[in-house]
Antibody, heavy 127, light 110 residues
Framework: EVQLVESGGALVEPGGSLRLSCAAS????????MNWVRQAPGKGLEWVSY????????YNADSVKGRFTISRDNAKNSLYLQMNSLRVEDTAMYYC????????????????????WGQGTLVTVSS | QSALTQPASVSGSPGQSITFSCTGT?????????VSWYQQHPGKAPKLIIF???NRPSGVSNRFSGSKSGNTASLTISGLQAEDEADYYC??????????FGGGTKVTVL
C-alpha cells in the first residue's frame, strides 16, 4: 500500500524558514516523480513544485520561485520542501503527492497526475 | 499560470446525473490529454478519480466519467449518491512543464 507521511509543519513568522518532509513507503520511491501541492484554509488546491524520479528535473509555481526548493533523497525514500522568505499567503496545508508513472502503458506516455496523496502538514505564517 | 475555470457549485438529487466543466487554454487543456480530476471530502486529502481525461483508477466507481472537447474537460457523476457530496478539482499538465488546478466545484446532493 502506498503511504506518504508529511511532517515539519509549524507556526512561523513572516520572513522565516521551514523545511517540510515526506516519508514514502509501499512503492519504489526512486522510480516516481513527486510533487508538493498546497491548500490555503477554505481555498482550492494549488500545485507548488515537482521533482523528477532522479531529481534532475525540478519545476516550481511562479508564486514560490526563488523562495522554495524541492529535493529528494532516494536512499531515504524521502521528499523535502525547503521554504524560505515565508509570507502570510503561504499559510496552507501542504500535501505530498506522487506523480503518475514515468511511462504509463495504458496511454503510452507519462502520467501527469497525482495518484497518491499524504494527509498533509499545516504551515501557518503569522506574526 | 492562470487557474482552470470551474463552476463554483453544482447540485442534484439522488439518482440523477450531473456534469460540470473545467475550462482551460491552448497551453494546458487543449494541448495535452493530461486532464485529471480529484474528489475531496471535508478535512480529507484529495483522491484521484479520473486521469488522462477519461481513465478511472482501479477501485473508483464507474459512476464517474470524464471527457474533453476543445478547451473544456467535463466530469459526469451518474446515479448521484449522498457520498458524492464533496469538492471536485480538475488539473492539467501545461506547456511550461508545470501543473495547474481549477478553482474547484462543490457538489451538493439535495
Amino acid at each position: 500500500e502506498v503511504q506518504l507521511v508529511e511532517s515539519g509543519g509549524a507556526l512561523v513568522e513572516p520572513g522565516g524558514s521551514l523545511r517540510l518532509s515526506c516519508a514514502a513507503s509501499g512503492f519504489t520511491f526512486s522510480t516516481y516523480g513527486m510533487n508538493w501541492v498546497r491548500q490555503a484554509p477554505g481555498k482550492g488546491l494549488e500545485w507548488v513544485s515537482y521533482i523528477s524520479s532522479s531529481g534532475t528535473a525540478v519545476y516550481n509555481a511562479d508564486s514560490v520561485k526563488g523562495r522554495f526548493t524541492i529535493s529528494r533523497d532516494n536512499a531515504k525514500n524521502s521528499l523535502y520542501l525547503q521554504m524560505n522568505s515565508l509570507r502570510v499567503e503561504d499559510t496552507a496545508m501542504y500535501y505530498c503527492a506522487r506523480d503518475g508513472p514515468d511511462y504509463d502503458p495504458l496511454t503510452g506516455y507519462p502520467g501527469y497526475y497525482f495518484d497518491s496523496w499524504g494527509q498533509g502538514t499545516l504551515v501557518t505564517v503569522s506574526s | 499560470q492562470s487557474a482552470l475555470t470551474q463552476p463554483a457549485s453544482v447540485s442534484g438529487s439522488p439518482g440523477q446525473s450531473i456534469t460540470f466543466s473545467c475550462t482551460g487554454t491552448s497551453s494546458d487543456v487543449v494541448g495535452y490529454n493530461s486532464v485529471s480530476w480529484y474528489q475531496q471530502h471535508p478535512g480529507k486529502a484529495p483522491k484521484l478519480i479520473i486521469f488522462d481525461v477519461s481513465n478511472r483508477p482501479s477501485g473508483v466507481s464507474n459512476r464517474f466519467s470524464g471527457s474533453k472537447s476543445g478547451n473544456t474537460a467535463s466530469l459526469t457523476i451518474s446515479g448521484l449518491q449522498a457520498e458524492d457530496e464533496a469538492d471536485y478539482y480538475c488539473s492539467s499538465y501545461t506547456i511550461n512543464y508545470t501543473r495547474v488546478f481549477g478553482g474547484g466545484t462543490k457538489v451538493t446532493v439535495l
